[in-house]
């Protein structure tokens, strides 16, 4: 499903993702928040794997677009890929198609050449849409990557419900970097579960700090309690 090779684009797909990119930015009026002003800097040219919350479909395509700096290729399940009209324009962007149905080392190959060439990848560690806004199970795939490769996570938080136009801006919170060196005599398997949970940790701990700055995430039409 991957016909370019990671870390390349074509032209025509960097002008969609351009577009995609100009979308986002009219439709919900991003305001990106990092836990420290010099970290917009430094996470310039870092090897890195984000990882978020994941609530809405929305998010691939938000998280995208308000990291472009970063240019991070962001795994998007391989369903998404077999839907004929989206599935060429997911494929256009910076994607990396992942089965979640069965075991799949395909992806894993693939991120490990996009961190190999100084690349950078968001991944919901969740394994698919939380149904009751909760944040759910991280699963260790991302940390495993980090773990192996050395390089850090990013925890981050995506707060709000993507109103158009009009009401609450969505936020996207980068967190501090959690720095990955796995000891000599521990497998990749084992470290990657304790930094995972520092990650899960991170993000919650994210929501909360922008729940209590901005209130509660409600739908449309809802009320916050």
């Given at each position: 499903i991957?016909?370019k ?17 100009f979308l986002v930015?009219i439709f919900?009026r991003p ?10 800097k ?7 794997v984000f990882?978020a919350?994941h609530r809405?479909?929305f998010?691939g ?7 472009r700096r970063y240019k991070?290729w962001?795994l998007?399940?391989?369903r998404w ?20 149905e069965e075991?799949d080392g395909e992806w894993?190959k693939t991120a ?12 919901f560690?969740?394994g698919g ?7 759910g199970?991280?699963k ?7 773990a ?6 990013v925890?981050?938080a995506?707060f709000?419900t ?8 969505q936020?996207?919170y980068v ?5 990955s060196?796995?000891p000599?005599d521990?497998?990749h398997s ?5 930094l995972?949970?520092?990650a899960?940790?991170a993000v919650?701990?994210?929501?909360e700090?922008?729940e209590?700055r901005?209130g509660?995430?409600?739908?449309n ?5």
């Amino acid at each position: 499903i991957l016909k370019k090779k990671p870390s390349k684009q074509s032209f025509g797909g960097k002008l969609f993702q351009g577009l995609i990119t100009f979308l986002v930015y009219i439709f919900f009026r991003p305001k990106v928040i990092y836990a420290d002003k010099t970290l917009k800097k430094r996470l310039k040219n870092m090897p890195c794997v984000f990882v978020a919350n994941h609530r809405h479909h929305f998010d691939g395509a938000f998280s995208g677009a308000v990291l472009r700096r970063y240019k991070p290729w962001v795994l998007v399940t391989k369903r998404w890929f077999e839907k004929k009209k989206v599935g060429k324009m997911i494929a256009l962007c910076r994607t990396i198609p992942i089965n979640l149905e069965e075991a799949d080392g395909e992806w894993f190959k693939t991120a490990e050449e996009v961190i190999s060439s100084g690349g950078t990848l968001m991944i919901f560690p969740e394994g698919g849409l939380s149904k009751d806004g909760k944040l759910g199970e991280f699963k260790p795939g991302a940390a495993l990557l980090s773990a192996k490769m050395g390089v850090p996570i990013v925890p981050c938080a995506n707060f709000g419900t993507y109103r158009f136009f009009i009401g609450m801006r969505q936020k996207f919170y980068v967190g501090e970097p959690i720095e990955s060196d796995c000891p000599p005599d521990m497998r990749h398997s084992k470290y990657a579960r304790e930094l995972i949970a520092k990650a899960k940790t991170a993000v919650s701990e994210e929501l909360e700090l922008l729940e209590k700055r901005y209130g509660k995430q409600v739908k449309n039409g809802e009320k916050a309690d």
